[in-house]
C-alpha cells in the first residue's frame, strides 16, 4: 500500500479539512519550502547522507534534518518537486514521503509546551531558591533572621507562584464554574491557602511560613503536567505527519487542459482524471478508459476489479493500470467514505465512557481532602478558639495531601511507556490507550492489508515451463499492475532471463501484450484470455498456442504476523480473523497462520456487529485494521491499532498506529501496557502510603515545613523513580 | 551574619542569570532537535549549513 502514498488520497472528512487545505493550497505551487518524512533515520551518518544527497538535487539551496522529528525541510527553486527529492533520497538508500506543510503548520501546541517549560523553569528557579533560605529556618534561625529569611521567601515565592500557577487556576476555575470538582481545585485552594497563611504569619513574626511547600508543589505538578503535555503532542505531531503524508489533490479537466485543485473545490459533474497508481479522490462514474481497480480498504477483496465505461468508483479506491477519466457524483460529506465515517461517530460513544486510572484516583480524592481540611480546621477552631491556628492546620492538611505525587503518577508512567513504544515504531494517541490495551482478553484481526502486506506473492513459479516463465518475465516488466510488479520479482530472483519479446503494449484493465517468436503473447485477466475465473487471485499467460497457463498468488503474510498470532494465543487470548474477503481465499489463510476462528465475506457493519456482540458478551476486545471497512470495528472496540498504511478514517479512529512495516510489536505493546498499568498502581499506592503517613501529623497540628518539603519530595521522587523501571 | 546581606542577593542575580539563560534558549529554539544536535556534534564533515 505503500506505493500508493504519495498520490492523491481523501481524507475521512474532507470538509473538515477542505479550510485548511483551500487556504494553503492557494500559494502551493510558489512556495518552495518543501516538508519530507524520513522515517528511517537514526545516526549521525543519516543526518550527513540525507542533507548530501538533498543538496546534490539541483536548484535545492538548503536542506535540514531535524533529527528529533524524523523530518526533513527543503529550500529550492520553485521547479524542485518532491517526487524528484524522494526519487534522490531512494537512490541514496533512505526511505521519503513528502509531506503537506499545510497540515503540518501548527504551531499553538508548541507555544503552548513552550509557555510551560518556561512556568516549570521559572517554579524550579523559585522553588531552589526559597528552599535554601528554608533550610537556615530549618536549622534554627529565629528572631530577626527567621523574618529576614521568610520576607526574602515571600518576595521570591508569591511573583513565582501567581505567574508559574496558571495553568492550575484556570482549570480550576473552569471545573467551578461548570459546578465541578476536578484535582486543581484542592491544588489551587491549598496554594492560596498556604501563601495567604504564610503572608500572615511573616508579617506576626511567626515561626512556620509555607512558602517552600507552595513553590515546590507549583513545581511538581508542572513537572507532571509538561510530561503529559509532550507525550499528547509527540503523538498529536505524528498523527498529523501521517494526515500530511496525503495531499488531497486532483486532477480536473477544464476544456481539453489538467488542473491541480483540492479535493474540496471539486463540485458534482466535475471531470477529474486519476492517474495509474493514484487514489480516486472522489465518489464518480468512470466516463472513459478502462482499468482494474484495488477496492481492499474499502471492502477487504484482495482481488482487483476490472473497471470501464460506467462503472461506478467511490473514493479511497486505487485505480492500478490505466487512467480513468471520472465525472464526479458526490464529494466530500456526501462520498461512501464520509458516509462510513459516521457509523465511526456513533461507534465511539461508548468509548468516551471509560474511566481511566487517574479519573478514579481523583474522583476519590478531591472530595475527601476538602472534607478532611474543613474538619480540621473547624476541630482546631472548637479546640483553642483560635482562627489563626486553625487556617495554619487547614493549609497544611492541604499542602500534605496535594496530589505531587497522584500528579505524576500517571503523566510519569505513560511518558516512559510511550517512549518505549514510540521508539519500537509505535504511536500511542490516546492517554488512556495503555490502561486499555492492558485488559485486553480477545484479538481480532482484519486480513487484507493487515496480517498480510496487501501485495501478493506468485507462488510455485519453479513449476512453469522455461519458455513460458521467460515470456512471462518479459511481459511482466513492461506493466505496472502490482500482480506483475510481484511476478517479474519473483522470477528475477529465480534468476531467470526475460525472453526477447517485441512490440509490448499494456492493454489497461485487461493486462499486456506482446509479440515472441511471431506469435501474440498475453498476460491478464482470466475474461481476456478466454479462460475460467478461478477462486483465488490469478494471472494467465497466453503463448499463442495451447490453453493458457495461470500463475496463482498468494496474500503475503505481513512481516511479523505469524508470530505475533502465535504470542497472543501463547498469552492465552482469543485470536479471530474477520475479512470482507471470500470465504475460501479468508480460511487459506487462516490455515497458514494458525487461526482458528475465521469470519470470510463480512460487510463493515458486520464487522462492527462482531466486535460489539464480543463487548457485550464481557470481552475486552482488541481490533487490529486498516480498511474503511474495518473503521466502524476499530471504533467500537475497546482499543484499537492500525497500521500506518491504513486510510486516513481507519488511523484516526484507531487509538495507537503502527509507524513501520512490521506488525510484531503489538505483542511488545501489550506488554508494556500491561506492566505500564502495574507501575500507575503501584505509584498510587506509594502516594497513598506517604499521604496515610503524614496526614495524621498534619491534623494533629505537629506537621512542620520541614516534614512538609521532606513528604512532598520523597514522595514525587520515589513516584518518578518507580515509573522509570518500567520495562 | 553580614555576610548574608551580600550572598543572598548575589546568588538571587547568578540564579536569575540562568533563568533568562535559559529563556533565551527557548526562544532560540535550541530545543528543537536535541537528537540531532547531539548527533550533529560527532560528525566527520564540517557543518557549512549551520541552522541559523
Known amino acids: 500500500m505503500t506505493a500508493t502514498f504519495e498520490h492523491i488520497r481523501p481524507s475521512a472528512c474532507p470538509a473538515c479539512n477542505a479550510a485548511p487545505a483551500a487556504a494553503h493550497l492557494a500559494d502551493l505551487p510558489k512556495q518552495a519550502a518543501l516538508m519530507l518524512s524520513l522515517p528511517g533515520i537514526h545516526c549521525a551518518g543519516c543526518i550527513s547522507g540525507v542533507e548530501r544527497a538533498l543538496l546534490a538535487v539541483p536548484g535545492v539551496t538548503e536542506a535540514r534534518v531535524n533529527l528529533t522529528l524524523r523530518r526533513a525541510a527543503v529550500q529550492g527553486a520553485p521547479d524542485v518537486t518532491p517526487a524528484a527529492l524522494t526519487d534522490a533520497l531512494a537512490r541514496a538508500g533512505y526511505e521519503a514521503h513528502e509531506l503537506d506543510a499545510g497540515v503540518l503548520a501548527s504551531t499553538f501546541a508548541d507555544r503552548q509546551g513552550r509557555d510551560l517549560l518556561m512556568r516549570l523553569a521559572v517554579a524550579f528557579f523559585a522553588m531552589m531558591n526559597v528552599m535554601l533560605l528554608s533550610v537556615a529556618v530549618w536549622s534554627g534561625a529565629d528572631g530577626v533572621t527567621r523574618d529576614m529569611m521568610h520576607w526574602i521567601s515571600a518576595a521570591i515565592a508569591i511573583p513565582a507562584v501567581i505567574f508559574a500557577g496558571q ?74 505527519e501521517l494526515a500530511a503524508l ?88 456526501d462520498t461512501t467514505l464520509h458516509r462510513i465515517a459516521d457509523l465511526v461517530a456513533t461507534a465511539e460513544a461508548g468509548r468516551a465512557n471509560y474511566n481511566s486510572l487517574a479519573d478514579q484516583a481523583a474522583k476519590l480524592y478531591a472530595p475527601f481532602v476538602h472534607i478532611l481540611s474543613v474538619v480540621a480546621a473547624v476541630g482546631w477552631w472548637l479546640y483553642t478558639q483560635d482562627m489563626r491556628i486553625a487556617l495554619n492546620i487547614a493549609a497544611a492538611v492541604l499542602i500534605i495531601t496535594c496530589p505531587c505525587a497522584l500528579g505524576l503518577a500517571v503523566p510519569a508512567v505513560t511518558t516512559a511507556a510511550s517512549g518505549r513504544l514510540f521508539r519500537k515504531g509505535m504511536l500511542i494517541k490516546n492517554g488512556t490507550a495503555l490502561e486499555r490495551l492492558a485488559e485486553v482478553d480477545t484479538v481480532v484481526f482484519d486480513k487484507t492489508g493487515t496480517l498480510t502486506d496487501g501485495a501478493p506473492l506468485p507462488i510455485r513459479l519453479d513449476a512453469l515451463p522455461g519458455d513460458a516463465a521467460r515470456v512471462a518475465l518479459a511481459l511482466a516488466q513492461g506493466s505496472a499492475h502490482p500482480l506483475s510488479v510481484s511476478l517479474a520479482k519473483g522470477l528475477a530472483d529465480l534468476g531467470i532471463r526475460p525472453a526477447h519479446v517485441t512490440d509490448l503494449v499494456e492493454v489497461p484493465g485487461h493486462g499486456v501484450e506482446g509479440r515472441w517468436q511471431g506469435r501474440v503473447v498475453r498476460l491478464g485477466r482470466a475474461a481476456w484470455l478466454g479462460a475460467a475465473a478461478p477462486a483465488q487471485t490469478a494471472s494467465f499467460l497466453s503463448l499463442g498456442e495451447g490453453p493458457a497457463i495461470a500463475i496463482t498468488f498468494a496474500d503475503r503474510l505481513r512481516d511479523g504476523a505469524a508470530d505475533l498470532v502465535a504470542a497472543l494465543q501463547a498469552q492465552g487470548k482469543r485470536v479471530i480473523l474477520i475479512s470482507g474477503d471470500t470465504k475460501g481465499a479468508v480460511i487459506r489463510f487462516a490455515q497458514t497462520i494458525g487461526i482458528t476462528e475465521v469470519i470470510g465475506e463480512a460487510l463493515p457493519q458486520e464487522k462492527s456487529a462482531l466486535v460489539a456482540d464480543l463487548a457485550a458478551q464481557g470481552a475486552k476486545v482488541l481490533m487490529v485494521g486498516d480498511g474503511l471497512n474495518d473503521t466502524a470495528a476499530l471504533a467500537a472496540a475497546h482499543v484499537s491499532i492500525s497500521p500506518a498504511s491504513a486510510l486516513d478514517a481507519a488511523r484516526s479512529a484507531s487509538d495507537i498506529v503502527l509507524m513501520g512495516k512490521s506488525i510484531a510489536p503489538i505483542a511488545d505493546a501489550m506488554r508494556t501496557a500491561v506492566s505500564a498499568r502495574a507501575r500507575i498502581r503501584e505509584n498510587f499506592t506509594i502516594a497513598t502510603v506517604y499521604n496515610v503517613l503524614a496526614v495524621p501529623l498534619a491534623v494533629a497540628g505537629l506537621c512542620s515545613p520541614l516534614i512538609a518539603a521532606l513528604a512532598m519530595s520523597t514522595s514525587s521522587i520515589t513516584v518518578g523513580l518507580n515509573a522509570l523501571r518500567l520495562r | 551574619m553580614d555576610v548574608l546581606g551580600l550572598l543572598i542577593p548575589v546568588s538571587l542575580f547568578l540564579g536569575a542569570v540562568g533563568l533568562a539563560a535559559f529563556w533565551w534558549m527557548l526562544r532560540k529554539g535550541q530545543f528543537d532537535d536535541p537528537d540531532g544536535d547531539a548527533h550533529r556534534i560527532l560528525r566527520d564533515d564540517y557543518d557549512d549549513h549551520p541552522k541559523g
Open chain 1, 246 to 333: 496525503e495531499v488531497p489533490r486532483a486532477l480536473r479537466i477544464i476544456d481539453g487542459r489538467e488542473e491541480t485543485v483540492a479535493v474540496a473545490a471539486l463540485a458534482p459533474g466535475d471531470i477529474v482524471r486519476v492517474k495509474p497508481g493514484g487514489r480516486i479522490p472522489v465518489d464518480g462514474v468512470v466516463q472513459i478508459g478502462q482499468s482494474e481497480i484495488d477496492r481492499s480498504l474499502m471492502t477487504g477483496e484482495s482481488l482487483p476489479v476490472f473497471a470501464g465505461i460506467g462503472t461506478r468508483v467511490s473514493a479511497g479506491e486505487v485505480n492500478l493500470t490505466g487512467p480513468l477519466t471520472v465525472e464526479v457524483t458526490a464529494v466530500g460529506r
Open chain 1, 167 to 240: 495553568p492550575f487556576y484556570v482549570s480550576a476555575w473552569g471545573a467551578l464554574k461548570g459546578r465541578r470538582l476536578n484535582m486543581d481545585v484542592p491544588i489551587t485552594l491549598a496554594i492560596a491557602l498556604a501563601v495567604g497563611t504564610s503572608l500572615y504569619e511573616t508579617i506576626h513574626s511567626g515561626h512556620h511560613a509555607y512558602f517552600d511547600a507552595a513553590i515546590s508543589l507549583c513545581t511538581f505538578l508542572l513537572a507532571g503536567r509538561y510530561l503529559d503535555h509532550r507525550t499528547r503532542a509527540s503523538a498529536r505531531s505524528a498523527a498529523q
